[in-house]
């Protein structure tokens, strides 16, 4: 007698890996279109970027100086070198992306040395830097420390709320350093905490923000943002030596316009943020998922075991996080809808019960 076939349950259309796998947000696509119309001048001296970074001083609500630049490691590799200077360092977290995921980009590029600290959630607070920053000042034999860099939301998917990051600028500034802000899910933070841009930024004393683009819903692009405007006297020379200098600018200053036009892209980091909470809901359900916490963001950190981790990859891909620990990372983009999180859901059942994924 011939057995019928285990049906074959079929992986979402939309990855869990990351927000950089998620395609562009239609006003992204459509902006690119109405750009291509005849010719401009290169190098940002069009109508589009002009308006952009209108846009952009408005959301952040100074006179900032902004540019753009192609990807995240780029801008911030260009923020961070417009402002120090060769024998000074960066404090961060021991998870920060220039630290774990840039290949070495500050410190190759710069010259300059991260000093990264242990933190249990990726946020740095401020007993952290004044510790890390009263090492060797004045000291010919050590860096000296020049800026502290954060990420919001961090690579954790915690959030910093106003109040932490003013203490965290404060005790900054009090130790002659400046205050950098990697804000590749700056919109997902915003969305989250259900404040402005200029809460989290530059009403609580952040000096210079990465501003994320392309997890936003972009294509490709990101700006840079001096929110004091004094400090980006070098930032174009800079940019243009670290191969950041697009030529065809306006393909990206004529994304972000579009993006952050009624705040697209905030609704968009909005949607996102909820389809992780009902990603952890409903994996919080399953007997053989641990959550390490809620989502604060659009990341879901789960742990379940070797066997049912690789079987889930080889069917719809994602990253593992703390291997040691067989804990990984599922995120969720603007393009996830609910049913590729119940789709999911599905497989992660059906894995943790031993039955056949696609």
């Not at 402005?196 to 501003?211: L, P, Q």
Request: proline fraction near 4%.
């Amino acid at each position: 007698m011939q057995l019928p076939e285990q049906s074959v349950l079929e992986p979402p259309l939309s990855s869990f890996a990351s927000d950089n796998a998620a395609g562009a947000l239609p006003e992204a696509i459509a902006a690119l279109a109405a750009a291509n119309v005849g010719g401009t001048p290169a190098y940002g001296d069009d109508p589009w970027t002009r308006s952009a970074i209108q846009s952009i001083q408005e959301l952040f609500d100074c006179p900032a100086q902004v540019g753009f630049c192609w990807g995240g490691t780029g801008a911030n590799v260009v923020a961070l070198g417009s402002v120090l200077k060769r024998h000074q360092s960066v404090i961060c977290s021991e998870q920060a992306h220039i630290n774990q995921d840039e290949c070495g980009a500050p410190e190759a590029l710069l010259g300059v040395k991260l000093v990264d600290l242990p933190t249990e959630d990726a946020k740095l607070r401020p007993e952290h830097i004044v510790a890390a920053a009263s090492v060797g000042v004045g000291s010919e034999h050590h860096v000296q420390p020049g800026v502290v860099s954060i990420t919001q939301s961090t690579e954790s998917g915690t959030l910093y709320q106003p109040a932490e990051i003013a203490a965290i600028a404060e005790v900054t500034h009090d130790h002659g350093m400046l205050l950098h802000l990697d804000g590749a899910r700056l919109a997902n933070a915003a969305a989250a905490l259900g404040v402005s841009v200029s809460a989290i930024t530059s009403e609580v004393g952040v000096d210079v923000v990465s501003m994320g683009g392309t997890k936003a819903g972009m294509v490709f692009g990101e700006a840079v943002v001096f929110l004091d405007e004094r400090l980006g006297g070098e930032f174009r020379f800079v940019r243009k030596q670290l191969a950041q200098l697009p030529s065809k600018m306006r393909f990206i200053s004529a994304q972000f316009e579009a993006i952050l036009k009624d705040s697209t892209w905030i609704s968009a980091a909005s949607h996102a943020n909820q389809m992780a909470a009902r990603l952890a809901s409903g994996a919080a359900k399953i007997d053989g998922v641990t959550l390490r916490r809620h989502p604060e963001v659009n990341s879901v950190f789960a742990t379940l075991d070797r066997d049912v981790i690789a079987k889930l990859q080889a069917w719809s891909f994602f990253w593992d996080w703390e291997e040691s620990i067989n804990e990984v990372r599922w995120m969720t983009s603007f393009d996830t809808t609910e049913a590729d999180v119940d789709r999911f859901l599905a497989g992660v059942r059906a894995a943790v019960a031993g039955e056949r994924l696609g």
